[in-house]
């Protein structure tokens, strides 16, 4: 596609509640991270794929938070029995280096998760 | 490990008028540094990006922003904003080398006032 696909936009989930929030990144991108993004806060990272291969899962808050990337292109972050400190934009990125520390990073509109 | 400090968590601005944003990170390693845009309900858009070479960088949309080493200071500056300009605004750092995702500040919302 032609940006960085994320889905749902909004999803609102009773406290308990296993959610899934899907990332489809720009074709040919090898490198994929996920932030969580509170309130009034900056972008937190939360995992980092090369491929398929998760290189980095230092910034999952709890071992409720799970992600994957099976083929190394569609991502999921699944979250387990959701709590309210859950509530937080989810976003993802892609770039087509690896690491993507040299800033090229392409964002997708984020998914807003609610934790009633 | 690094750490960035938007001390502005809002900047109210006249349209026309010339504004700065500032940036502060920490770092024991050399560092990569960026400034990131998010307009409402749109995703990060990078404005532009410190790598090496001439410390004033140019953006996207007549932003710039200048690497000062000793004050470990990457602020944005534009001479005259633009209603359109109204967005938060993400400073960020990564360190050089390795596979480290980006750092970024809690944010400045630059609000222009007509």
């Known amino acids: 596609g032609a940006g960085v696909s994320q889905s749902p936009r909004y999803k609102v989930a009773k406290r308990g509640q296993d959610v899934a929030l899907r990332c489809d990144p720009i074709s040919g991108h090898v490198s994929l991270f996920w932030y969580q993004q509170a309130l009034g806060q900056g972008p937190e990272f939360l995992t980092y794929f090369q491929n398929e291969a998760q290189l980095d899962k230092s910034g999952l808050p709890s071992d409720r938070f799970f992600a994957e990337r099976p083929e190394g292109s569609v991502s999921t972050l699944k979250i387990q029995r959701t709590q309210q400190e859950d509530s937080a934009v989810y976003l993802c990125a892609s770039s087509r280096r690896t690491g993507g520390n040299t800033g090229e990073l392409f964002f997708g509109e984020g998914s807003r998760l609610t934790v009633l | 490990a690094q750490s960035v400090t938007q001390l502005d968590s809002q900047v109210p601005v006249f349209e026309e008028a010339p504004v700065e944003l500032r940036c502060n990170y920490s770092?024991?390693?050399?560092?990569?540094l960026f400034w990131y845009v998010q307009y409402p309900n749109q995703g990060l858009q990078l404005l532009l990006k410190y790598l090496s070479g001439s410390t004033l960088v140019k953006g996207i949309n007549g932003f710039e922003a200048e690497f000062n080493k000793s004050q470990t200071s990457f602020h944005l500056r534009k001479p005259s904003v633009h209603i359109s300009d109204t967005a938060e605004y993400f400073c960020?750092?990564?360190?050089?080398?390795?596979?480290?995702?980006?750092?970024f500040g809690k944010g400045t919302h630059l609000i222009i006032q007509p």
């Open positions: 770092s024991s390693v050399s560092v990569y």
């Open positions: 960020a750092v990564s360190g050089r080398g390795g596979a480290d995702g980006l750092t």
